[in-house]
C-alpha cells in the first residue's frame, strides 16, 4: 500500500516562498511519476507541476512556471515543490501523487493518470 504524506504547507504573505514535500512511506519513488496538484475552495483540481519516473524531465503548469519548482535528488529521497514569489491565487490544498509503469520521460499531467495520492496540505497566501 502506497503511503503519500505532504508537508511544508502553511501560512504566507504574497512574495514569501514556502517548500512542500512529498515523502512516500515504506517505500521509494524508483520508477514512480510524481506530481503535484491543488484544488482551491470550488475549484476543480489542477496539475501544478510533476517530475518523471526518472527524475530527468520536468513540466509546469503555465500559472506557477518560472515560479515553482520540482525537484528530487534521488528515487529514495522526498520530491520537493519549492514556490516562490507566492501569490493570493496559489491559496489552495496541495496533493501529492504519483504513479508506476510510465514512459522513463512521461510526465502525466491528468489527475486519473495517477494511482496514489497524499491527503494534502494547506497553502493560504495572504496579500
Known amino acids: 500500500q502506497m503511503h503519500l504524506v505532504e508537508s511544508g504547507g502553511g501560512l504566507a504573505q504574497v512574495g514569501d516562498s514556502l517548500k512542500l514535500s512529498c515523502q512516500l512511506r515504506g517505500r521509494t519513488f524508483t520508477m514512480y511519476a510524481v506530481g503535484w496538484f491543488r484544488q482551491a475552495p470550488g475549484k476543480e483540481r489542477e496539475?501544478?507541476?510533476?517530475?518523471?519516473?526518472?527524475g530527468s524531465r520536468t513540466l509546469y503548469s503555465d500559472s506557477v512556471k518560472a515560479r515553482f519548482d520540482?525537484?528530487?535528488?534521488?528515487p529514495e529521497a522526498p520530491v520537493y515543490l519549492e514556490m516562490n514569489n507566492l501569490i493570493v491565487d496559489d491559496t489552495a490544498v496541495y496533493y501529492c501523487a504519483a504513479t508506476k509503469g510510465l514512459p522513463f520521460l512521461r510526465v502525466p499531467d491528468g489527475p486519473h493518470e495517477y494511482d496514489y495520492w497524499g491527503q494534502g496540505t494547506q497553502v493560504t497566501v495572504s496579500s
Open 70 to 74: 520540482i525537484s528530487r535528488t534521488d
Open 47 to 54: 496539475f501544478v507541476a510533476g517530475i518523471s519516473s526518472g
